[in-house]
Nanobody, 130 residues
């Protein structure tokens, strides 16, 4: 079993920045891909980025490319999502998820597949407002 816990959300002004964290425990995630998703009120969940902990490769949705960066700590126990230039439409609950897969592109290529992720965190609220 893997437990994922997100943190770092909060209220931020438009144009501001946040760093979200996804802390993992329970087993080694060296062969997992970590995805970040967000769900705005009344909208479907959207996958925004992926990080392969084995390969170090990343993927970003077009809607966030250039503003979001995902990274990891050296022990592969925490994955980060650095968000810059936040927009009001970025208000959402942000989730991290994990799936054991040999290649990032099985889940993250062109778009992020929403189904099939094995583990999910409880989410952290990000509110972008002046």
């Amino acid at each position: 079993q893997v437990q994922l816990v997100e943190s770092g959300g909060g209220l931020v002004q438009p144009g501001g920045s946040l760093r979200l964290s996804c802390a993992a425990s329970g087993r080694s995630l060296d062969y997992y891909v970590i995805g970040w998703f967000r769900q705005a009120p009344g909208k479907e969940r959207e996958g925004v980025s992926c990080l392969s902990l084995r390969e170090g490769s990343t993927y970003y949705a077009d809607s966030v490319a250039g503003r979001f960066t995902t990274s990891r700590d050296n022990a592969n126990t925490t994955v980060y999502l650095q968000i810059h230039s936040l927009k009001p439409e970025g208000t959402a609950i942000y989730y991290c998820a994990a799936v054991a897969t040999p290649h990032i592109y099985y889940y993250c290529s062109g778009y992020v597949i929403s189904q099939g992720w094995q583990y999910w965190g409880q989410g952290t609220q990000v509110t972008v407002s002046s």
